[in-house]
């Protein structure tokens, strides 16, 4: 029953701020785990992210300006490698509790059968992301508000799927379907109370419509 897994990830990030008002931030990640195809162990996920400070431009005179707004975009990948060590080889199990057995030297005898076959096609799970967003502060910051939209994409979905029984298997991991979702998330925070007593509430609203293709 022992098993291993390794994982390895290498990333940088490199960001950019212009006197508060403009920032960019790229980053970049390799990842590499012993779960997959020989070929296919690694994989690259790059992202960045813009942001405009809105409320900091001349033309604002920030000095007397009663609240900050900033809107921000970002688009990136991640992956995901979340199954069993050794699901892109062959596997066997025992046929004890399955099958009958074999016959050998007169006893009875359990034996290995095929479980999965090897799939050496099989790669990362990948996400795709965008987000696009607003936020806002009033009255010294004592209110905060933010919006965000995003649409993401996961593809090549790391499943077990069913084999036919002719085959001589039951199921094989592989890469299946994907699934998207695009939604909208609201937030209004505020400090009701600064001093001696602190009171800070939070109220959230989100909405999501997901889609799932084979």
Same mark, same amino acid.
């Given at each position: 029953?022992?098993?291993?897994?390794?994982?390895?990830?290498?990333?940088?990030?490199?960001?950019?701020?212009?006197?508060?008002?403009?920032? @960019?931030?790229?980053?970049?990640?390799?990842?590499?785990?012993? /779960?997959?195809?020989?070929?296919?162990?690694?994989?690259?996920? *790059? =992202?960045?992210? /813009?942001?405009? /400070?809105?409320?900091?431009?001349?033309?604002? %005179?920030? %000095? &007397? %300006?009663?609240?900050?707004?900033?809107?921000?975009?970002?688009?990136?990948?991640?992956?995901?490698?979340?199954?069993?060590?050794?699901?892109?080889?062959?596997?066997?199990?025992? =046929? !004890?509790?399955?099958? !009958?057995?074999? @016959?050998? !030297?007169?006893?009875?005898? %359990?034996?290995? @059968? *095929?479980?999965? *076959?090897?799939? *050496?096609?099989? @790669?990362?799970?990948?996400?795709?992301?965008?987000?696009?967003?607003?936020?806002? =502060?009033?009255? &010294?910051?004592?209110?905060?508000?933010? !919006? +965000?939209?995003?649409?993401?994409?996961?593809? +090549?979905?790391?499943?077990?799927?069913?084999?036919?029984?002719?085959?001589?298997?039951?199921?094989?991991?592989?890469?299946?379907?994907?699934?998207?979702?695009?939604? /909208?998330?609201?937030?209004?925070?505020?400090?009701?109370?600064?001093?001696?007593?602190?009171?800070?509430?939070?109220?959230?609203?989100?909405?999501?419509?997901?889609?799932?293709?084979?």
């Amino acid at each position: 029953g022992e098993s291993q897994r390794t994982l390895a990830s290498f990333y940088g990030r490199l960001f950019y701020n212009f006197r508060d008002r403009y920032l @960019v931030t790229f980053t970049g990640r390799q990842d590499g785990s012993s /779960v997959f195809a020989e070929n296919n162990k690694t994989a690259f996920f *790059p =992202s960045g992210a /813009v942001a405009w /400070v809105f409320t900091t431009e001349f033309f604002m %005179s920030i %000095s &007397a %300006s009663p609240f900050t707004l900033k809107l921000r975009g970002s688009y990136g990948l991640t992956g995901n490698q979340a199954i069993s060590p050794y699901q892109s080889l062959a596997t066997l199990r025992s =046929s !004890a509790g399955y099958e !009958a057995g074999y @016959v050998f !030297a007169g006893s009875k005898l %359990s034996g290995l @059968v *095929p479980l999965s *076959p090897a799939n *050496p096609d099989l @790669v990362w799970e990948t996400t795709k992301q965008l987000n696009i967003g607003l936020d806002a =502060s009033f009255l &010294a910051n004592r209110i905060q508000f933010s !919006a +965000d939209f995003y649409k993401k994409n996961t593809i +090549d979905l790391l499943q077990n799927k069913p084999v036919l029984a002719t085959t001589g298997y039951e199921t094989f991991t592989t890469n299946f379907g994907e699934i998207s979702n695009t939604g /909208v998330e609201l937030m209004l925070g505020g400090s009701i109370l600064t001093g001696t007593l602190n009171w800070n509430s939070n109220l959230t609203w989100s909405m999501n419509r997901g889609k799932i293709e084979d």
